[in-house]
């Protein structure tokens, strides 16, 4: 195993989206000894609604938050795959950033937004799903499907298995009530989405989703996503 390997890799369109759907699992892996990467594809340049703030200090602002907030859940990598915000497209090039992402760190699991989410979605949050799904299978496992990665070292790989964040049908349920706190502190980090987000208290709206994500379960807190296991 070379030490770039991730066990799981988190693919996210802007900083901050990695803590709301994933965090208190992501603290749990990390406290558990596994290792976990973010890919994050945009840096997103237009999350913000004060005119005097330019997307380019928001990008320094937003990578500081992100960094801040993976140091804190024990995230071992951010890359930033540096897209503008809200510009995110399926193409070819984008697909195959991915895949180049997914072959260097290895992972078995990869957390990504779920793609299939109706009506009112963030486009990039759409895109990233899709793609990272794309890329999963079939290109990432493919010999044949980038020669040219191959020349660079990166082998195919086979991810096992895909969890969706925000995703309308919900197949598997976390236990985050060990690691709500962490949850909450990393997605303070992002200060400068907390103050666009009109919410007056953090705790108890958070609170309140993540005892709903918990629903029918005997914890009392979770995150919920929808598993995919991925062909071989
Ligand atoms: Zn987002």
Request: glycine share 6%; charged share 30%; net charge negative.
């Amino acid at each position: 195993m070379n030490d770039i390997h991730a066990d799981i890799m988190v693919i996210s369109a802007h900083p901050d989206d990695a803590e709301f759907g994933a965090a208190g699992t992501v603290a749990k892996w990390t406290g558990a000894g596994q290792a976990v990467v973010y890919v994050v594809c945009t840096s997103g340049d237009k999350g913000t609604s004060d005119r005097d703030l330019t997307s380019e200090a928001l990008i320094d602002i937003r990578e500081q938050e992100q960094r801040d907030a993976a140091r804190l859940l024990g995230v071992k990598d951010v890359v930033f795959l540096k897209y503008r915000d809200q510009e995110l497209e399926d193409t070819p090039d984008f697909r195959k950033n991915i895949v180049r992402q997914i072959r260097r760190f290895r992972p078995r699991t990869i957390v990504t937004s779920d793609p299939y989410r109706r009506y009112i979605w963030h486009r990039d949050h759409r895109i990233v799903g899709q793609v990272t799904l794309d890329a999963v299978f079939p290109y990432a496992r493919d010999y044949l499907a980038y020669p040219d990665l191959i020349q660079e070292g990166l082998e195919p790989h086979n991810v096992a298995e895909i969890l969706f964040y925000a995703a309308e049908d919900i197949n598997f349920r976390s236990d985050i009530t060990e690691t709500f706190n962490l949850k909450l502190a990393a997605l303070r980090c992002h200060e400068s989405q907390v103050r666009e987000f009109g919410i007056d208290d953090l705790e108890t709206w958070l609170r309140k989703r993540c005892r709903q994500m918990a629903e029918g379960e005997a914890f009392e807190l979770g995150e919920a996503f929808y598993r995919v296991k991925a062909p071989r």
